[in-house]
């Protein structure tokens, strides 16, 4: 599961990547929210290129994601991708949360327990039985 001396701090380590990028998905979505809403063709056009360059929610989403990443690269070389990977899915749990919170979406009954299996998963491949 991990190397030898490092059980914890990889944990920590997995907690802070997924939370880092859960948030710089929220920075992407306020920033692009702005901008009002885009087809594919958009992305083409220069004036929205510089639009998305010059957003500081989206640079800042973006210098999490590239935060995120680097720490990821520590986790991957310390712990088995098939008890860090899986727990990637708490950042469905954190998006969920800043989308009730934040962006004042709906959680309905069904995310709820999407949410609480992601949560039973999450235990289920962190734990030692």
Do not use: C, H
């Amino acid at each position: 599961m991990f190397k030898r001396g490092v059980g914890m701090s990889i944990l920590v380590l997995i907690l802070i990547s997924v939370s880092l990028g859960a948030v710089g998905q929220s920075l992407l979505k306020y920033g692009l929210d702005s901008m009002g809403k885009l087809v594919l063709k958009d992305l083409l056009v220069l004036k929205n290129l510089i639009s998305f360059a010059t957003n500081i929610f989206i640079i800042g989403g973006l210098s999490l994601y590239v935060l995120a990443t680097g720490i990821w690269f520590v986790v991957l070389s310390n712990a088995d991708i098939s008890y860090a990977y899986p727990l990637v899915s708490l950042g469905y749990i954190i998006t969920a949360v800043i989308g009730r919170f934040v962006f004042n979406e709906n959680l309905t009954v069904m995310r709820i327990t999407g949410i609480g299996l992601i949560i039973a998963g999450a235990y289920l491949v962190g734990s030692k039985i």
